[in-house]
């Protein structure tokens, strides 16, 4: 078997960087802030069950469960899975979102204690100039606000963690502020949002060094800083790992990247670069079923293009690439056949290399195709595929294939499908 570091020269890692501080956590907003996007449904409570356990065989570790001061369905929801993490002892640590008031906090303090577990909530407002305008808010009446549904919190005996929205468009003087008396107020976690998904990678780490420097140190607590991002320039990926190769302790996504406008971090592609730069290293072989029960649950399709759990991921009708592949193939080296035409190793989420007849392929397509169906690779059957795919206009589909088969005196029948 070939060493893949022998063969594969990796710009990526030719930066100087020091790299990042301390291991990565990752919350996932699926159930709550994904769910606000105007195109989705939102599922019924077994669905959402369903996803919170495949959360959890990503190994991610915290989850927001709802914001139950919307009303009776979402007290409902957010309790079930409440007592669900509770009940079959999962090790991931749920979270609520709430508004900076006490009528928002108090239904979580309730179902944290139903289910006999710690609840943090994710108490949050916004803060930047052109909300404070557009809402007639002051800065002092955002601090009274807050510290009442803050200190209430800490007074129930639920964890917080203080989030100002649109933090990357806040006033650095405003910013310091809120978060340092947030901090005295009893909140051990604070959230810097790019809610408008304004940032761009450098600004994303400018925020968080700058947090870090005049909050997080000067406080002298032990302070958790998340980054939840979104996805407006299509930056919600870059822009989180940038956050945390900046300092930032945990990163918050959503599958699919669904959510308000153009949706939150997509967390199954963020869970992807992070294990490619090694910043995680769990098991993500369920990363397909995740995609795939949200994509059901929620009514929002998978491109065919999306990145490792789209269908042509790893699927190719090229000749030359499908070439590369087979010649890998040959050698016995399923890694080296995952890699030499991928920069994502198929076989670390559970998925393998396919290989198509179309248009633009070789023979050697049409021979995989065959020998995988263990169907013998006459000259003449390879001659008429070959040929109808020169013909098309499109990968042809298996049935297509097949009639070529069928066609030929003494072809071999391919075997049943299972």
């Given amino acids: 078997m070939s060493d893949l570091c022998d063969l594969i020269y990796d710009w990526n890692k030719v930066t100087g960087k020091t790299g990042p501080r301390g291991a990565v956590s990752i ?8 769910l606000q996007s105007p195109s989705v449904i939102n599922p019924g409570i077994e669905d959402k069950l369903k996803i919170l356990h495949l959360i959890e065989d990503l190994g991610v570790q915290s989850a927001d469960i709802g914001l139950p001061g919307a009303g009776g369905q979402a007290v409902a929801h957010t309790e079930r899975l409440a007592r669900e993490i509770a009940g079959e002892r999962m090790r991931i640590r749920p979270y609520c979102a709430a508004r900076t008031v006490i009528p928002d906090i108090r239904p979580i303090a309730e179902i944290s204690q139903k289910a006999g577990m710690p609840i ?16 007639d808010w002051s800065l002092e009446g955002i601090l009274r606000q807050c510290e009442e549904a803050v200190r209430f919190a800490v007074k129930e005996g639920l964890p917080v963690m203080f989030v100002t929205e649109d933090t990357t468009r806040s006033r650095p003087e405003a ?9 005295a107020w009893g909140a051990r976690a604070i959230v810097l949002c790019d809610t408008a ?12 060094q700058f947090v870090l420097e005049e909050v997080v140190r000067p406080s002298g607590e032990r302070i958790r800083v998340d980054w939840h991002g979104h996805n407006d320039r299509g930056l919600g990926v870059i822009n989180a790992i ?16 669904i959510g308000e406008r153009v949706g939150n971090t997509s967390m199954d592609i963020l869970l992807v670069n992070l294990r490619l730069l090694g910043y995680v290293s769990g098991d993500l072989s369920r990363l397909k079923d995740y995609c795939l029960t949200v994509s059901r649950a929620t009514g929002v399709p998978i491109p065919a293009n999306y990145p490792v759990t789209g269908s042509d991921a790893f699927r190719t009708g090229t000749g030359v690439h499908a070439a590369a592949v087979i010649k ?23 998925l393998d290399q396919v290989i198509e007849v179309g248009p633009v392929s070789g023979r050697s397509n ?10 013998p690779a006459d000259e003449e059957l390879v001659r008429c595929i070959f040929a109808k795919a020169k013909a098309s206009d499109r990968v042809l589909a298996e049935d297509e294939i097949l009639s070529e088969v069928h066609k030929l005196p003494g072809a071999a029948s391919p075997p049943p499908k299972p």
């Avoid at 943090?120 to 809402?135: C, H, K, L, N």
């Avoid at 049409?366 to 169907?375: C, D, S, T």
């Fill in 242 to 257: 940038a956050a945390y190769e900046a300092g930032a302790n945990q990163l918050h996504g959503a599958a699919l990247g």
């Fill in 328 to 350: 890998a193939l040959r050698k016995g080296d399923v890694e080296l056949a995952n890699m030499v035409y991928s920069g994502v190793p198929s076989h670390w989420f559970g």
């Fill in 197 to 208: 998904g304004h940032a761009t990678p450098g600004g994303a780490g400018n925020l968080v």
């Fill in 120 to 135: 943090e909530v994710a108490a949050f407002i916004g803060t930047s100039p052109i909300r404070q305008y557009a809402e």
């Fill in 175 to 183: 910013i310091r502020r809120i978060y340092s008396e947030a901090i």
């Fill in 27 to 34: 919350a996932d907003e699926t159930l709550r802030d994904g």
């Fill in 366 to 375: 049409v021979l995989y195709w065959l020998e995988k169906r263990g169907i």
